[in-house]
Every structure is written in structure tokens, then in C-alpha cells.
């Protein structure tokens, strides 16, 4: 009797572990699907410093955005170009800068609908990004190990959404 309790058991813990395992890729795959859905569009920040974002869904695990801003409200100065992808059920975040050397990859450490903290995989600044969205808005996260010298954005739709 006692076998069959234990082999049950096994069973049990057994296939509560693959539905985990299985949940697990779906989960950065939802997060991807909301991120993606609320960042996609044309942006620009509040406040006194114009910073604009360009997201655009290349396929259902890439997303393409452009960080810039305006030089004399007519000049594209482009700062930074960010590749946000699902690899082998992990979320991943590429930063490329206008330099062939200026590339950094970043690894989702935390996902959810909402909130997606993405950590530098190598040395160097910044090593958090965050992005929190809304319905409406979202924002940009950016600072050392320390969280100090952070850079934060408050980002809304350039033509409404």
C-alpha cells in the first residue's frame, strides 16, 4: 500500500513540475505580449527634456525600438536602438548605440504584465533597465548597480492612442 502512495505521490509532484516548467516559457511570452502591445507607437517624454521612442513589432518575439531626440527640433540625433526578444523562454533586451562597439545585452531578471527589470549581463552602466507600462503611458528605468545615477523617462503617445 504504502508503494502506491509513494508512486502516486511521485506522479503527482512529477507532472505538477513539467506543468511549472511548461508555464514558465509562457509567462515571458505573455510579458513580451503586453510589453510589446503597450510600447508599440510612437512616443515622447513629459517634461522638459524631449526624448522620443520608436517601437516597432518585427514578429511575434522581436521588438524594434529607436531612442532619439531632436536637435534644434528639426536634426535626428539617434542615441540608442533597442531589440527586445524571447529566446529559448527568456526575455532578453539589446542595446546597441551608434558606435559598432556600443552593445550591451540585458536578461529579463523580472517579468510580469507590468513591470519588466532587465539586468546587464557584462559590466558597465547602466545595468538595470525597467520599463513599467499602463494602458496609456509608460516608463523608462535606467541606473547602475546602486541604483544611483538613474535616468528615468515618463513616456506618452506622440498621436494619442
Same mark, same amino acid.
Given at each position: 500500500?504504502?508503494?502506491?502512495?509513494?508512486?502516486?505521490?511521485?506522479?503527482?509532484?512529477?507532472?505538477?513540475?513539467?506543468?511549472?516548467?511548461?508555464?514558465?516559457?509562457?509567462?515571458?511570452?505573455?510579458?513580451?505580449?503586453?510589453?510589446?502591445?503597450?510600447?508599440?507607437?510612437?512616443?515622447?517624454?513629459?517634461?522638459?527634456?524631449?526624448?522620443?521612442?520608436?517601437?516597432?513589432?518585427?514578429?511575434?518575439?522581436?521588438?524594434?525600438?529607436?531612442?532619439?531626440?531632436?536637435?534644434?527640433?528639426?536634426?535626428?540625433?539617434?542615441?540608442?536602438?533597442?531589440?527586445? =526578444?524571447?529566446?529559448?523562454?527568456?526575455?532578453?533586451?539589446?542595446?546597441?548605440?551608434?558606435?559598432?562597439?556600443?552593445?550591451?545585452?540585458?536578461?529579463?531578471?523580472?517579468?510580469?504584465?507590468?513591470?519588466?527589470?532587465?539586468?546587464?549581463?557584462?559590466?558597465?552602466?547602466?545595468?538595470?533597465?525597467?520599463?513599467?507600462?499602463?494602458?496609456?503611458?509608460?516608463?523608462?528605468?535606467?541606473?547602475?548597480?546602486?541604483?544611483?545615477?538613474?535616468?528615468? =523617462?515618463?513616456?506618452?503617445?506622440?498621436?494619442?492612442?
Amino acid at each position: 500500500m504504502f508503494s502506491k502512495i509513494h508512486i502516486i505521490g511521485k506522479a503527482v509532484l512529477i507532472v505538477a513540475a513539467l506543468f511549472f516548467l511548461g508555464s514558465c516559457g509562457s509567462n515571458v511570452q505573455d510579458s513580451f505580449a503586453t510589453l510589446s502591445e503597450s510600447l508599440k507607437g510612437d512616443w515622447v517624454s513629459e517634461g522638459n527634456v524631449k526624448v522620443y521612442f520608436k517601437w516597432r513589432l518585427k514578429n511575434d518575439t522581436v521588438l524594434e525600438g529607436t531612442w532619439y531626440n531632436l536637435q534644434d527640433k528639426k536634426d535626428t540625433l539617434l542615441l540608442k536602438r533597442f531589440l527586445m =526578444f524571447v529566446k529559448k523562454d527568456t526575455l532578453f533586451l539589446k542595446v546597441l548605440g551608434d558606435k559598432v562597439a556600443e552593445k550591451q545585452i540585458f536578461k529579463a531578471d523580472r517579468t510580469g504584465k507590468r513591470k519588466v527589470v532587465f539586468v546587464n549581463q557584462a559590466p558597465g552602466y547602466p545595468h538595470f533597465i525597467i520599463f513599467l507600462t499602463d494602458d496609456k503611458k509608460w516608463q523608462y528605468f535606467q541606473s547602475n548597480q546602486r541604483k544611483h545615477r538613474t535616468v528615468a =523617462f515618463d513616456m506618452k503617445p506622440i498621436n494619442g492612442r
